[in-house]
């Protein structure tokens, strides 16, 4: 099982950026497809970026495309989400997430919640108009 433990998030106006971070133990996240996954009040967790587990492919909600940008570095074991010019409906609470074992696909890129099967704590994101 991997631990995932995110960090990063806070309050930032409309327009402005915010870098979180997710490190990870227990298990090398380039071993792994990882995403980024978020939840707004009242909605339900939707995927907001993702690796497969090759680190090859990424994936972007629509909504985020352009404007945030999923990475990863391997030798401090986090991945990474760069968002820019944020908006009041990207607030939300940011999840990292892992998908553990090594008996899938390399290259897919896994984007519901069901695929994955460890969590970290969340991070809260606030964008104020």
């Known amino acids: 099982q991997v631990q995932l433990v995110e960090s990063g998030g806070g309050l930032v106006q409309a327009g402005g950026s915010l870098r979180l971070s997710c490190a990870a133990s227990?298990?090398?996240?380039?071993?792994?497809?990882m995403g980024w996954f978020r939840q707004a009040p009242g909605k339900e967790r939707e995927i907001v970026a993702a690796?497969?587990?090759?680190?090859?492919?990424?994936y972007y909600a629509d909504s985020v495309k352009g404007r945030f940008t999923i990475s990863r570095d391997n030798a401090k074991n986090t991945v990474y989400l760069q968002m820019n010019s944020l908006k009041p409906e990207d607030t939300a609470v940011y999840y990292c997430?892992?998908?553990?074992?090594?008996?899938?696909?390399?290259?897919?890129?896994?984007?519901?919640?069901?695929?994955?099967?460890?969590w970290g704590q969340g991070t809260q994101v606030t964008v104020s108009p």
């Open positions: 227990g298990r090398a996240v380039g071993s792994s497809a």
């Open positions: 690796f497969s587990r090759s680190g090859g492919s990424t």
């Open positions: 997430a892992a998908r553990g074992g090594t008996l899938y696909s390399r290259t897919y890129i896994y984007t519901k919640s069901i695929d994955y099967n460890s």
